[in-house]
Every structure is written in structure tokens, then in C-alpha cells.
């Protein structure tokens, strides 16, 4: 089963603008990452928060996680046409290693 | 290599039939990962493996599904008697492992198709 769910399913918006986008999860974690997919290839690794952080920032991403709520946003400022992908959530459950990836949130930047 | 190799990118075959994912993780990472990716999905996760330890085989969905893993290399997914079911795009990723989960580095993945 899923252990991160993304919310909105899919997102469309003008090239300038800021794009959010939510993850729920279920169990208690050790860390939250946030992924890339670009259409037909592999993930890529995009920001990665701790479970004792709060918010991380990266160029244009800014991450937030609040482990009381078992939720997290990622932030895209100022978006770019190659900002058009599928943006996924993983977390790692306490005393698991291996990563659970939600449904994802398909972004299509508009020119 | 630089990154994570997976091979075939693309395998066609007929129901019924078995198929062999091959994937090359990056040298040095001890943590090895498959996921299935069904069309417009998120990733399933299939099998984990971290160094010399019982690799996790929780997510196979059948024992037609079976991983190995030669060290801290190459790793070999097979589907035997391969279903239409099956189709999807198998990713591949390795991190440096150890005790707490950090960034995966995916490959390409292996788009099958059953017919």
C-alpha cells in the first residue's frame, strides 16, 4: 500500500507562477523526499527533509514538513516551462528502509 | 558506470513467457531497490536489498517474481510465465545504504509489454 498520497492529482499552471503541492502520509517517519519524473524516464532525487526538520530550501524549491499533521508541500517558485513533470512524495516508515512513493502530482507549466 | 543501468529499456514478449531485467546500481551504493510503475501511476515497490542481508521480498505480488542480487551488484529481476498484468515499467534505484534511507539514484527502467 501507498504510504504517501500527493494532492492535487494534477496541477496547470502559467510559466512565472508558483506551483504547490501536498503529500499525506500515514506512519511515523524517519525523513521525506520529494522526487522528479520527467515523462517516460527515471525518477530524480529533488530535496530531502528530516523528521526532526521543518522547511529546506533548494534554488527554487522550498520544502515544509509537519510531522504533527503527517504532511508535507513542496513549493516551486517562479516555474519554468522544464518544470513540466510528475512530482512524487517517498517517506521511509521508522524501522524501514525501503522508500513508499504516492500516486504523484502531475505539473504542466504553460509558455 | 556514472549511474544506475538497467537493461533491456524496452522488452516485448508473449504471455506466457519469462523475462529477465537486468540492473547495474552505482558503485559503491549497498542498497539496491525495484519498482514496478504501472502506466499514470505511482511506483509499487517490489524487492530491497542492503548489503550481505535477507533482501526484503514483501512487495512481489507472486512468486512468478523473483530478484537477485550478486554481492553489492548486478541485480537480475525475472518474471516467469509473464501475464498481460505484468506490463509496466520496472525502475531500478541504489543509494549508499547503511542505516538510514537516503536519496535514491533511479535508472531508466525496463518498459515491458506483454502481448
Not at chain 2, 556514472?2 to 508473449?14: C, D, F, L, R, Y
Not at chain 2, 512468478?64 to 554481492?71: D, L, N, Q, V, Y
Request: hydrophobic share 30%; charged share 20%.
Amino acid at each position: 500500500s501507498q504510504q504517501g498520497e500527493e494532492d492535487p492529482q494534477a496541477l496547470s499552471i502559467q510559466e512565472g507562477e508558483n506551483a504547490t503541492m501536498n503529500c499525506s502520509y500515514k506512519t511515523s517517519i524517519n525523513n521525506l523526499q520529494w522526487y522528479r519524473q520527467n515523462s517516460g524516464r527515471g525518477l530524480v532525487h529533488l530535496i530531502l527533509i528530516r523528521s526532526n526538520e521543518r522547511e529546506k530550501h533548494s534554488g527554487r524549491l522550498r520544502v515544509t514538513l509537519d510531522t504533527s499533521k503527517k504532511s508535507s508541500s513542496l513549493l516551486i517558485t517562479a516555474s519554468r516551462a522544464a518544470d513540466t513533470a510528475s512530482y512524487f512524495c517517498a517517506t521511509d516508515a521508522r524501522g524501514d528502509y525501503k522508500l513508499s512513493f504516492g500516486a504523484g502530482t502531475t505539473v504542466t507549466v504553460r509558455a | 558506470g556514472a549511474g544506475v543501468s538497467q537493461s533491456p529499456s524496452n522488452k516485448v514478449t508473449e504471455k506466457g513467457k519469462d523475462v529477465e531485467l537486468r540492473c547495474d546500481p552505482i558503485s559503491g551504493h549497498t542498497a539496491l531497490y525495484w519498482y514496478r510503475q504501472r502506466l499514470g501511476q505511482g511506483l509499487e515497490f517490489l524487492i530491497y536489498f542492503q548489503g550481505n542481508s535477507a533482501p526484503d521480498k514483501s512487495g512481489l505480488p507472486s512468486d512468478r517474481f523473483s530478484a537477485e542480487r550478486t554481492g553489492e551488484s548486478v541485480s537480475t529481476l525475472t518474471i516467469q510465465r509473464t501475464q498481460q498484468e505484468d506490463s509496466a515499467v520496472y525502475l531500478c534505484a541504489s543509494s549508499l545504504g547503511g542505516t538510514r534511507t537516503g536519496e535514491l539514484f533511479f535508472g531508466e527502467g525496463s518498459r515491458l509489454t506483454v502481448l
